[in-house]
């Protein structure tokens, strides 16, 4: 029997909840100012006791047919359906009376407050953009304003290149057999790909869920080989999970978080095991080992729209009032006010790929990267208007402050060691040379050694008397490929990487991080986390899908060998060993001990670097060139308030070496 469709969502109440529709195979026409849909049964809306609110579509054959315009829901409560349960049915009503504002969380006022009619929907929802003064205004359209310029944003679509398509090889073959075999669908409609499916494995845990962050890959695959429904489906479903009740112990974190993974449940339909109806069951980290709620969630969803876009020439899904509001409500938890001094981002212990307790609390590389990115793909993607200037202000900002403030104080070479080895502590001063108070004593030992000659790389993290000399390979390999370092930096990290190549690359690519900590240090950071052991897992191990973004990096760079290289080493084992998440050891020479097998983004980040390579035209719209005007953003003040010169001219002068 097909089932029906069904989400399940948690809202705090309903005057602010904003009610989401499954994206099922109903006919949406008219125009932006004018949508209507037309249904052909009765859409119905249940709230049960507790936090649970299901959107249900429930099919009787003894139905009369009707037609109906899909306006917004109301309450309407003491329906006699039973105890403390709500319906919520779908009535035609004026949107300006009967639609919930989205209002962004800080700062209301620099922000433009939007009105969503029928919530998410296949094509853009009636949008009405409030002024101050009262009146109504459409959009804009896609112009991007600058100090009173308007410039007519180009049509990347016109620009296409041709997928260069060779014939498979069988290793390639299987590899896309067990990327069809993960992916997952809802409502007969494809909306990602599980994190794993071994057909031995009896107890999967959330490994049959769909991460947004192991789905990037996946996407990226579908997207070169010019399949978009996959992503496009994935983008707009994790969109309407967004706006739900996310809570811990009584608390919610802010309104713009996106979920970790969902999940496709097929249950019975109202206790009937006759019928039965599915039903999307997010993770906002809840659930999660450790209940971390996933940062870097929303950064990679901003990255994937950005890289839809581009790889389709798709960018209607862009403009869309609903995904532009998913973007403003994860900027708007990113760049909220806070106590911090620092332009980069705040966070836990594993609220990242490394989603266990590491020592990366405080401002990891991985997440500062990630959110460079996001931004750069935010600047681009925004409708600016009068509403949403002072949003693409504050971009501007950050992403002024914070490349200064990587290239500046991240960056570690031969040269800057040294620097920091000689070190004076304890200075009280405006000009202070050793700004963070780190003591020389924590360089160690086995850097010294390990440094090349020619070749530097950003560390793991900085706070106050601290910097974490390991070296992090997704957050080097983002800081290429978002331009958050400089060409030469960029040059020196790929330096690096292949003067260390045993140490980094070895029997299989690529270490998530190096050196594994040991011994007290790593009883200490990670609590004797079993999982956790010296060059295992995240403590040193290889993980094979790190291999596309290597691979793109590499392209950017120009030294696609090494991406071939490594590539070359992966297709030996991957296929043998089938397909597993991690390896262990100092070299990655064993199948790591609790590695899941056939993990899909192992399988995905393969297959994407071989397409990558295959059409480097394609992977060139993946990354970024270095932005200049960047470099001349400068919101500091401080040569207006005459207390100290602005060191930003540093960031100036290593661009043009």
């Not at 433009?112 to 929907?121: A, D, M, N, P």
Request: proline content about 5%; charged content about 25%.
């Amino acid at each position: 029997m097909k089932p029906c469709c069904r989400i399940v969502m948690t809202c705090k109440s309903f005057t602010n909840c904003t009610i989401q529709t499954p994206i099922c195979s109903h006919t949406l026409t008219g125009k932006l100012s004018n949508l209507r849909r037309n249904f052909d049964q009765n859409c119905k809306f249940h709230s049960y006791p507790g936090r649970l609110l299901v959107l249900r579509r429930e099919i009787s054959h003894a139905r009369k047919s009707f037609k109906s315009n899909w306006g917004l829901s109301r309450v309407c409560p003491n329906v006699g359906i039973g105890r403390n349960v709500s319906v919520i049915r779908c009535v035609s009503s004026d949107v300006k009376k009967y639609s919930s504002p989205i209002e962004t969380p800080v700062n209301d006022q620099n922000f433009e407050r939007i009105y969503v009619q029928g919530g998410v929907s296949l094509k853009p929802l009636v949008v009405e953009r409030i002024d101050e003064d009262g009146e109504n205004a459409g959009e804009s359209g896609r112009k991007v304003e600058n100090e009173g310029k308007q410039e007519e944003e180009p049509n990347a679509s016109e620009v296409k290149f041709p997928r260069r398509q060779k014939e498979e090889s069988e290793i390639e073959k299987e590899a896309w057999r067990l990327m069809e075999n993960a992916v997952v669908s809802y409502c007969n409609s494809p909306v990602g790909t599980v994190a794993a499916k071994d057909p031995n494995d009896k107890q999967p845990l959330n490994y049959d869920q769909v991460f947004i962050r192991d789905f990037i890959p996946s996407a990226l695959a579908f997207l070169l080989k010019g399949e978009g429904e996959i992503v496009k489906n994935f983008l707009l479903h994790t969109l309407q999970l967004q706006s739900w009740e996310k809570t811990v112990d009584c608390y919610s974190p802010g309104q713009g978080l996106m979920p970790a993974s969902f999940k496709v449940r097929t249950v019975p339909l109202d206790g009937n095991n006759e019928k039965v109806e599915e039903v999307l069951d997010p993770d906002f980290g809840e659930s999660a080992i450790g209940r971390v709620a996933p940062v870097d969630s929303g950064l990679w969803w901003i990255i994937l729209l950005r890289a839809y876009g581009k790889l389709t020439g798709d960018y209607g899904l862009q403009e869309r009032v609903d995904v532009q509001t998913g973007i403003r409500l994860i900027l708007n938890l990113c760049l909220t006010d806070g106590f911090d001094m620092f332009p980069s981002l705040l966070v836990t212990d594993g609220s990242c790929m490394i989603d266990r307790r590491m020592g990366i609390h405080g401002h990891p590389l991985e997440i500062q990267s990630l959110f460079y990115a996001a931004l750069r793909c935010a600047r681009e993607m925004l409708s600016v208007n009068d509403g949403s200037k002072n949003l693409v202000r504050a971009i501007n900002n950050r992403l002024s402050a914070l490349s200064f403030h990587i290239r500046e104080y991240y960056w570690v070479d031969m040269k800057k060691i040294n620097e920091i080895y000689r070190y004076k502590t304890e200075e009280y001063s405006m000009d202070a040379t050793n700004k963070f108070n780190i003591y020389p004593e924590q360089i160690p030992y086995w850097l010294m050694d390990w440094i090349p000659e020619k070749g530097g790389y950003v560390i793991g993290n900085l706070q106050p008397a601290h910097m974490d000399f390991r070296f992090f390979m997704l957050g080097n390999l983002w800081t290429i490929v978002s331009s958050l370092g400089t060409p030469k930096q960029n040059e020196a990290i790929l330096n690096l990487i292949e003067a260390k190549w045993d140490d980094l690359v070895g029997h299989m690519p690529l270490k998530i991080l190096y050196p594994a900590i040991e011994g007290e240090e790593w009883h200490i950071i990670t609590g004797s986390d079993p999982k956790n052991t010296p060059w295992s897992y995240h403590n040193g191990g290889s993980w094979p899908t790190l291999l596309w973004q290597f691979t793109l990096a590499c392209l950017k760079m120009g030294k696609s060998d090494l991406a071939e290289r490594a590539l070359a080493i992966a297709e030996k084992r991957l296929p043998v060993d089938r397909w597993p998440e991690y390896y262990d050891t100092r070299h990655g020479k064993f199948v790591g001990k609790q590695a899941r097998l056939y993990q899909t983004w192992t399988i995905a980040g393969f297959l994407t670097s071989k397409m990558m390579l295959e059409n480097p035209e394609l992977a060139s719209l993946l990354y970024w060139d270095e932005d200049y005007e960047l470099l001349e953003i400068c919101v500091c003040a401080l040569t207006r308030s005459g207390r100290k010169k602005c060191s930003r001219g540093a960031a100036r002068s290593q661009i043009l070496v």
